[in-house]
């Protein structure tokens, strides 16, 4: 997919995951029911996205607290990263859209 088309797979997909967080430095978003992404994290410091697999994530939380399994734990979240080719542009274009929505 062109950078173009992950932004606006993103925009149309994710909503925001309004936390406890400073949102001067970094914005959560969460896939919808239906949407294969599950996590977009925009970190303004290194004017970077990631973008977590939602069915790779949720068999790692059923695994990391699984009463039955608590000695066991799974790769780490960082394992399922999507690969995407969003650029230091396309990330303003996110930061912009999402932060203008938490401004309103």
Not at 38 to 62: P, Q
Not at 92 to 99: A, G, S
């Given at each position: 997919?062109?950078?173009?088309?992950?932004?606006?797979?993103?925009?149309?997909?994710?909503?925001?995951?309004?936390?406890?967080?400073?949102?001067?430095?970094?914005?959560?978003?969460i896939g919808r029911r239906n949407?294969?992404?599950?996590?977009?994290?925009?970190?303004?410091?290194?004017?970077?996205?990631?973008?977590?697999?939602?069915?790779?994530?949720?068999?790692?939380?059923?695994?990391?607290?699984?009463?039955?399994?608590?000695?066991?734990?799974?790769?780490?979240?960082?394992?399922?990263?999507?690969?995407?080719?969003?650029?230091?542009?396309?990330?303003?274009?996110?930061?912009?859209?999402?932060?203008?929505?938490?401004?309103?």
């Open positions: 997919m062109s950078e173009k088309e992950w932004i606006e797979k993103i925009e149309k997909e994710c909503v925001m995951n309004v936390g406890n967080f400073d949102i001067r430095y970094a914005i959560q978003l949407s294969k992404i599950g996590i977009v994290s925009l970190n303004k410091k290194f004017m970077s996205v990631d973008i977590i697999d939602r069915e790779k994530y949720e068999r790692f939380y059923d695994k990391f607290y699984s009463r039955n399994n608590k000695e066991a734990r799974g790769p780490l979240v960082i394992d399922y990263h999507v690969d995407h080719n969003i650029t230091k542009d396309g990330f303003k274009v996110l930061w912009n859209y999402y932060y203008k929505k938490v401004k309103k």
